[in-house]
């Protein structure tokens, strides 16, 4: 899945991929040293913690990053929820993931 959201996300050149992690705990060392603007977090990560756990302490660590909860779960409640979520996803709506990470960093589409 990770290949598809890259995939997405090299379709606009103002969006750059700083780093991918496979473990919540590697996301939240990650987002505290590269300072992202965005998180794509997938609810099903390995490791202890899950997606939804882990936003709270990304956001801690990543204060000024929006996190975007993609997963193939239902969880809209879930993430409406957790005030560490800024959106949600699921993973069959791949299709939508651009718009909705451009209406995250508030980006203007891009001119076709």
Request: hydrophobic letters at 55%; proline letters at 6%; glycine letters at 6%.
């Amino acid at each position: 899945m990770r290949l598809f959201v890259r995939l997405a996300l090299s379709r606009d050149p103002r969006l750059e991929i700083l780093g991918e992690a496979t473990t919540a705990e590697e996301a939240i060392e990650l987002a505290a040293t590269l300072d992202p603007g965005l998180i794509v977090l997938d609810h099903g990560l390995d490791g202890v913690l899950t997606g939804l756990a882990a936003a709270p302490l990304l956001k801690a660590a990543a204060p000024r990053a929006k996190i975007l909860l993609f997963t193939a779960y239902d969880m809209a409640a879930e993430a409406r929820a957790e005030p560490a979520i800024d959106a949600f996803l699921r993973k069959d709506e791949l299709g939508r993931l651009l718009s909705v990470v451009r209406q995250l960093l508030e980006l203007d589409p891009m001119p076709a």
